[in-house]
């Protein structure tokens, strides 16, 4: 394989399991980067493997739907051997109050050579929200303030404040007649709706420059070797906390080194941050 400072593949057919139009910012990259001619796998229902909307459980974690996407792919097209899918998820900011902050991955097997390459992106740059609602005029506010037509919603029914999709589900919500319909329905059946931003990529802007950045990073990672086997994919794996505080020395919750390492041979270096200590408003002690 040829990674650094050229392309890893060179016009290999690859696959790409999505039904929500991500091709639209990975194939450029991928074709243009990796050297890959990318075409969507027709037939594969990624929703099988977790939706945002809760009517389906993603099992496992981030990367087990995305590596399960990639298997029902190949399944498709079995004369394959290189195959992408990406996986969201969005939660809380680790560090910041209030905040919420999205996970990108984006994920190449090739199943010749048993290369796994996984790229990363974070970001607090998300719209996602939800509303309680018990009128339309609540959830068509809402909509507006999130950027509704251009940026999805998604209405259910709504039991003790918590989303409720067995009474009313409405993802395909693409005009104001149909969002207000929508919540007339649900709120007429449940009395409240949970009205939330679509985190479907293809209604969704945000999330698509968020997977892009990832595709981005993958390509970091393939065109990374590592110094002992000469596998792509030589990339920081572990960020450690613990920087001392400058003040009493304290670990604190501060990167204090990095981890790069190979999966393939298992190389590991350790690289200490520039920092030499925290500011003591970072620390527990000093600043509890």
């Known amino acids: 394989m040829e990674a650094s400072g050229g392309l890893l593949y060179r016009g290999d057919r690859a696959i790409l399991a999505t039904m929500h139009a991500k091709e639209k910012v990975v194939a450029p990259i991928a074709e243009r980067f990796l050297g890959l001619r990318l075409e969507v796998a027709r037939g594969v229902d990624t929703d099988a493997f977790g939706t945002f909307s809760r009517d389906i459980e993603r099992v496992g974690s981030q990367l087990d739907a995305a590596r ?97 999709h067995h009474l009313g589900l409405f993802k395909d919500v693409e005009t104001w007649d149909d969002l207000t319909s929508a919540l007339h329905r649900v709120i007429a059946k449940a009395g409240t709706a949970f009205v939330e931003t679509d985190m479907r990529a293809h209604r969704n802007p945000r999330r698509m420059r968020a997977i892009k950045r990832a595709t981005i990073d993958l390509v970091r990672r393939a065109r990374s070797l590592c110094p002992a086997c000469g596998r792509p994919g030589y990339a920081v794996t572990e960020r450690l906390p613990g920087l001392p505080c400058s003040w009493c020395g304290e670990p604190t919750l501060l990167i204090r080194a990095s981890v790069q390492s190979c999966v393939g041979c298992g190389w590991r270096v350790e690289r200490a941050v520039e920092a030499a200590a925290a500011e003591p408003r970072h620390c527990g002690e000093c600043n509890p």
């Open 68 to 164: 399960a996407k990639i298997e029902a792919a190949f399944e498709r097209m079995p004369d394959l051997r290189l195959a992408l899918a990406s996986e969201g998820s969005f939660g809380p900011h680790p560090y910041i109050p209030f905040c919420p902050l999205e996970r990108e991955i984006v994920v190449l097997v090739d199943r010749r050579s048993g290369l796994e390459l996984v790229g990363h992106h974070a970001t607090p740059d998300t719209n996602f929200a939800h509303v309680v609602v018990a009128d339309n005029a609540g959830g068509l506010d809402f909509a507006e303030r999130v950027g509704f037509p251009d940026h999805g919603v998604i209405v259910m029914g709504c039991r003790d404040g918590q989303p409720a």
